[in-house]
């Protein structure tokens, strides 16, 4: 791929996101962030790493309660007392989301990446969903988890996505209009659902 390209995945839990953003990744050369992007935010902000990723495990599910609730401090969603406030650790995940794609070409999965790097020419924005049965299925095989379980924490993740999606975006989490392509990998396949993406970016880059 001569062109630089942007590609964001959001996707429900345990729909194969994760696994069709690092095979995509694989196959076009180019470099894949999710968890990633904790380093990258750490080292372009000079703060420890740990810091990052305490924060990221609690904002989403910080604002999924405040949503339920409807507990807002001073308009806002109650901020955490730890160092980085969701505010401040989406800001500066969203500085180093921006300055990986002013660089390189690469694959960003999840926390609005799709909004924040709105403006970029070579963005490409995807949506993952698969049946609620294979989504189970796989969340039982990789948490090693019973299937009442993994039902709840499916749903648990995916209000929680949700709420920090759509409380930091102008847009709905999961609505096929908030993204390029909404794709849903039961019908294809993992290895066939990437291969469609594929095909999509290389006719859009061909017609631009």
Not at 85 to 92: I, M, T
Not at 94 to 110: F, H, N, T
């Amino acid at each position: 791929m001569e062109k630089k390209i942007i590609l964001t995945i959001g996707r429900q839990f345990g729909s194969g996101g994760r696994i069709i953003g690092k095979q995509i990744a694989e196959e076009l050369g180019i470099g894949y962030y999710d968890k990633e992007i904790m380093s990258v935010a750490a080292k372009e902000s000079g703060l420890c790493e740990e810091v990052f990723e305490k924060a990221d495990e609690r904002t989403a599910s910080g604002l999924s309660y405040a949503l339920t609730t409807g507990y807002s401090y001073m308009g806002m969603y109650m901020p955490y007392t730890d160092f980085l406030s969701n505010d401040g650790l989406f800001q500066l995940q969203s500085d180093a989301m921006r300055k990986l794609a002013a660089e390189k070409s690469c694959v960003l999965v999840g926390r609005c990446a799709d909004y924040i790097l709105r403006d970029e020419p070579g963005l490409f924005s995807f949506f993952i969903h698969d049946k609620t049965e294979n989504r189970i299925k796989r969340i039982m095989e990789y948490q090693k988890i019973g299937e009442e379980e993994a039902k709840e924490l499916m749903i648990k993740t995916d209000k929680s996505r949700a709420a920090y999606y759509n409380y930091y975006t102008n847009k709905t989490w999961g609505a096929a209009n908030s993204y390029n392509f909404s794709i849903d990998a039961s019908v294809l396949g993992i290895d066939e659902t990437v291969a469609l993406m594929k095909e999509f970016i290389e006719r859009r880059q061909k017609g631009s």
